[in-house]
């Protein structure tokens, strides 16, 4: 689904005001062997799919007081506008920041070089519409994966939208069903990430997805995402591609935005708001600090190098000099406690690994980055 998706300090409401979340999401891991249970796991299913328009409308909010700039945030929110707190609005700026400097990163290395980016649970995400926008990458192949709920939607407003439209390279082809999109260099995928690996290990993998190169230097993405997955399943997916997918020697690298630190007295009034509107963390507990996140990017082998920073950290550090000012000077934050306290248990994380001595130029602006 969509993640970017969702600016993820939307959905989450804070222990002190309403209205402030985190929000993005993507499936629950299950096999139903009654009705019953399958019927749970379609409303679980649907409370995910309906936290990307909270990460659209806290995008758009961004936008609108000049956090951002996305020409495309307003035409994905289906909804009247909302002015997010100004503590959510700097959270989706510094996220959005944050990650856009790791894909420039990836994309600037070796530009001569044709890459892949893959968004898990991509949602209402802009991002490759803005790069578009910005240059034309026609080395570049974008797949999202989401919902088919979720990608049909997302077409129709592409299909709908002039400017949106003519950033996609011609022939562009829309499936009967209007949830898949297959285009020169962007590919639109109905899919439920639990489908990717089966539930019993002696039976066959999943075929290839199409138009996925498992030999292109290839980024993964997943902005709250997977936290909505069991620990197993989530385990799983990541594994599909680094392990499965993606021999060895392809250079691959996985971003992640999550949240961290539900231990805290602040951690588990953000746990226990989000599970009273129907949103369970199921990644949250074994993979609830930046070390742990780092050692999960080791166990899917990206072991050439990992950094891991929460959104505090870089606000701090990533944001300086007349950005920062610019920032600053849009709205007043007069809750430094509560900014602090709420970017504190927000992350974000990011793995490589070089597939090889050809492979070691493709992430060598990632080396540098503080995490």
Known sequence: MATSQIPNLNTFRNPRATGRGLGRGRGDDANSANSSVSNDTSTKDKIVQQTDQDASVSRLSAVEVGYLDDPFARGFVAAAPQRRFPIINRGTYVRTKAIDNLVDRFLSADPTTRKQIISLGAGSDTRYFRLMARAPK?????????????????????????????????????????????????????????TLYPPDPALPAPSLLPHIDPCLPTLLISECCLIYLSPTAADAVVNYFAKQLFPPSTPLGLILYEPINPFDAFGKVMVSNLAARGIILQTLRKFGSLNAQRERLRGHGFVSGRGAADVDFLWETGVLGEEKERVGALEMVDEVEEWRLLAGHYCVVWGWRDGGSEGMGTWEGWRDVMG
């Open 138 to 194: 026609p080395l570049l192949i974008y797949h999202e994966l989401d919902f088919p709920a979720n990608t049909h939607q997302k077409i129709s407003i592409i299909t709908n939208s002039q400017t949106i439209n003519r950033l996609i390279p011609s022939p562009i082809t829309i499936s009967s069903s209007a949830d898949a999109l297959t285009s020169p260099n962007y590919h639109i995928h109905p899919l439920d990430l639990r």
